[in-house]
C-alpha cells in the first residue's frame, strides 16, 4: 500500500466506530439517490467500491434481493468489519473484504457503485477502466463527487488550509480547474475510462447540526478527521475556536448549525 492510499485508509479506520453514526444524515440521503439513479434490479451482481460503513451496500441489496449479491470493498479494516455485518443483516448473498479500488477483483458485476471516493484515489482514471473490465456488456457504474458547495463551508475549511498539504486543500472539487471541478470534468473521466451514455444529476443535502459541539464530534467522524489530524495538540483549541465563530454565521432559522452540499451522481454505461 503507498503512502496516500495508507493515510486514506489509516483515517477512516479511525473514523469508523462513529462514520455516518452521529445524527447528521448525509451519506444516506446520498446513497439512497445514487442506487435509485443505478436502479439494481432483481438478480443483479452490485459492487460497491470503498464501501464505508455500508449505506450504499444496503440499499442495493435491498433491490437485488436474495436472487442477487452485491460485495463490498472498502480499505479501512473497521468500515469493513461494519459493513459486513449490516450486508449479512439483509439476507442477500454479500462478500465484504479489504481491497483496493484499483483491484477489487471478483466479478462479473451488473453495477459499480462508489460513492465520494473517486477523488480521493490516487488515480481515479486507473480505478474507472479497472471497475470497466469488470462490468458485463451493458453494465451500469454510478459515482458520487461533491459540487460547488456553500461558501460558508468553504469558509469553515478554510481554518484549515494552513496545515494541509495540497492534495488535501480541497478534496472536495481538487481545485478550481481539475477533473473534480465540473460535471464536464467527471464525465471525461468515465468518458476515458471507455464508459457511454454519461449523464448527471445533482441534489442538495441540507447538513445540520444542533450546535458548535455537534459539527466537532461529525467532523472527527468523517474524511474531516484528517483535518484534525494534521493540526499540531497544542493549537487545536485555537482552530476549533474559530471554527465556532464562524459556525454561528450558519445558524438556521430552526436554530440548527448546518450548510447545504451540493452533490454530483455522474452515470454511464458499458
Do not use: K
Request: net charge negative; aromatic share 8%.
Amino acid at each position: 500500500m503507498d503512502g496516500m492510499r495508507e493515510r486514506v485508509a489509516g483515517v477512516f479506520d479511525r473514523a469508523a466506530p462513529t462514520y455516518d453514526a452521529v445524527g447528521v444524515a448525509m451519506f444516506g440521503p446520498i446513497a439512497e439517490r445514487l442506487v435509485a439513479e443505478l436502479d439494481p434490479r432483481p438478480g443483479e451482481r452490485v459492487l460497491d467500491v470503498g464501501c464505508g460503513r455500508g449505506a450504499v451496500l444496503v440499499r442495493a441489496a435491498a433491490r437485488v434481493g436474495p436472487t442477487g449479491s452485491v460485495t463490498g470493498v472498502d480499505l479501512a479494516p473497521g468500515m469493513v468489519e461494519r459493513a459486513r455485518a449490516a450486508a449479512e443483516a439483509t439476507g442477500v448473498p454479500a462478500d465484504v473484504r479489504i481491497a483496493d479500488a484499483e483491484d477489487p477483483g471478483g466479478g462479473p458485476y451488473d453495477v459499480v457503485a462508489s460513492s465520494l471516493v473517486l477523488f480521493f484515489l490516487p488515480d481515479p482514471a486507473a480505478a474507472l477502466r479497472a471497475w470497466r473490465s469488470l462490468l458485463v456488456d451493458g453494465g451500469r457504474v454510478g459515482v458520487t463527487t461533491f459540487g460547488p458547495y456553500d461558501e460558508a463551508w468553504r469558509d469553515v475549511d478554510a481554518v484549515f488550509t494552513p496545515y494541509l498539504p495540497p492534495q488535501l486543500r480541497d478534496a472536495r472539487t481538487s481545485g478550481a480547474s481539475g477533473p473534480f471541478s465540473s460535471d464536464a470534468g467527471v464525465e471525461d473521466l468515465l468518458r476515458g475510462a471507455g464508459f457511454g451514455d454519461l449523464r448527471t444529476t445533482h441534489l442538495t443535502v441540507p447538513v445540520r447540526f444542533t450546535d458548535e459541539d455537534h459539527w466537532h464530534t461529525w467532523s472527527w467522524s468523517v474524511g474531516q478527521r484528517a483535518f484534525w489530524e494534521l493540526v499540531p495538540e497544542d493549537e487545536r483549541d485555537a482552530v476549533r475556536a474559530e471554527v465556532y465563530r464562524r459556525l454561528r454565521r450558519c445558524r438556521h432559522d430552526d436554530g440548527r448549525i448546518g450548510f447545504d452540499q451540493d452533490v454530483r451522481v455522474t452515470l454511464g454505461r458499458t
